[in-house]
């Protein structure tokens, strides 16, 4: 094969590739409930400005991106000992979009979302969710991680 | 140009619509709680006037008197707590009442009034500690009865609520 044809092949996979450096993923909060009491069911909503989780998404301005969140069923409590059930629901989480003007969009976060970033090239996501403690739940703290992975296009 | 040219463009303009990226990132973050057994509170003692004359006040002191009313807390060992009361403004006998001019609390850890920390229960949230898993919150008053004051007896509820936080 003449070697403009390898070249010319290899800049075609290039290109249907977001360049390095220019996706970015990262987690900002957490999704924190605070202090909750066994026995009482707590809820954060996700458009709490302080107990709500937030991740933080960027590509480029009219790209797309599949994003998928990994959920947990339980937290678990530190240093073992007891779990606790967590639940996300259907609006338990939306993205925004930086530029001026950018309205919510819920979606459910147990299943997937095909984002536009549409007037800005970042956007963040913001999630929320239910714990609701047995009465028995042993005192302590309870965490789990809470994994979004974003395949840009 | 060539055959194989033209093959190797129509290959690349494939390849360039149908590969899509490949590029997936993630990011984490923790959902956490701090789970706490509940509050619980009783009634240690109730705040009791006694015998009042018309238009003499009367008080109870909260950090000493011996019929100052007392709630009995238990609460997660080490764990902050806010205290608030609802108060009433009178105590009432029938369609009589007998004004509270004032109210006073303090509160300790042990169940004794020697050394407890004062403060004013009509203030709005007080703030202490269950360092021993137990906090005793005792409340004070005055009453204020009037010159002409119907004799009866006159009650009213005090409501303690308490709050992690």
């Given amino acids: ?153 | 140009m060539s055959n194989s040219m033209k093959y190797a463009v129509a290959l690349a303009a494939a390849m360039s619509l149908t590969a899509v990226s490949a590029e997936a990132q993630s990011g984490n973050i923790n959902a956490k709680a701090t789970v706490l057994a509940p509050i619980t509170i009783a009634q240690g003692a109730e705040l009791d006037f006694g015998n009042v004359l018309p238009g003499v006040n009367k008080s109870v002191a909260a950090a000493s008197g011996a019929t100052a009313g007392r709630f009995d807390l238990t609460g997660v060992t080490g764990a902050n707590v806010n205290v608030s009361f609802t108060l009433p403004a009178n105590l009432a006998s029938g369609a009589n009442t007998l004004p509270i001019g004032s109210w006073d609390g303090c509160h300790n850890t042990i169940a004794n009034q020697a050394g407890c920390t004062g403060f004013t229960p009509s203030a709005g949230t007080t703030s202490a500690n269950f360092v021993a898993g137990a906090l005793y919150v005792y409340v004070g008053g005055t009453v204020s009865p009037a010159g002409l004051q119907p004799a009866g007896l006159y009650q009213a509820n005090v409501t303690l609520n308490a709050a992690y936080f």
């Fill in chain 1, 1 to 153: 094969m003449p070697r403009c044809v390898t070249f010319l092949l290899f800049t075609a996979c290039l290109l249907a590739r977001p360049l390095a450096g220019q996706t970015q993923v990262s987690g900002v909060r957490d999704l924190s409930f605070g202090i909750v009491i066994a026995g009482v069911p707590a809820t954060v909503a996700p458009g709490d400005p302080v107990k709500s989780g937030q991740f933080y998404l960027r590509y480029v301005t009219g790209g797309r991106a599949r994003v998928r969140l990994t959920l947990p069923a339980t937290l678990n409590r530190v240093g073992g000992g007891g779990t606790m059930p967590i639940s996300f629901r259907n609006g338990d989480a939306f993205v925004l979009g930086t530029a001026p003007g950018s309205v919510p969009s819920s979606f459910n976060p147990g299943g997937l979302l095909n984002y536009r970033f549409t007037g800005s090239a970042d956007a963040n996501i913001y999630l929320g969710g239910r714990v609701t403690p047995a009465a028995a739940t042993a005192s302590g703290n309870y965490t789990a991680p809470v994994v979004l992975t974003a395949t840009f296009f």
